[in-house]
């Protein structure tokens, strides 16, 4: 089932488990593997994709999955919506 949260519920779950969103582990829908914002800075990836792209997009080695939630499938049904301030919705991987 997906959740839908407003932001501040998103980042206020992000603190209460991981202490803050920068901290938080993101897993993909599809091939399982988790990731968080500092797998992204170490390897000089906009940290901002974690929590809606593989890091297999970009890191090979890690695994060959290639999703994203932006694509036609979404989140396959094992994500989020996050309401965003300017009335925008976004599909984000879950946490971890």
């Known amino acids: 089932?997906?959740?839908n949260q407003t932001l501040d519920e998103w980042m206020d779950e992000a603190t209460d488990r991981f202490g803050g969103i920068?901290?938080?582990m993101f897993v993909c829908p599809?091939?399982?593997?988790?990731a968080s914002y500092l797998d992204f800075i170490n390897r000089?990836?906009?940290?901002?994709l974690v929590?809606?792209?593989c890091i297999g997009r970009y890191d090979k080695s890690i695994t060959n999955c290639?999703?994203?939630a932006g694509?036609?499938?979404g989140t396959m049904g094992q994500g989020r919506f996050i309401s965003l301030p300017e009335a925008r919705t976004i599909e984000v991987f879950n946490f971890a």
């Open 1 to 3: 089932m997906v959740t």
């Open 22 to 24: 920068q901290y938080a």
């Open 30 to 34: 599809k091939c399982g593997n988790r």
């Open 44 to 48: 000089n990836l906009d940290e901002q």
């Open 51 to 53: 929590y809606q792209e």
């Open 66 to 68: 290639d999703f994203s």
């Open 71 to 73: 694509g036609i499938l």
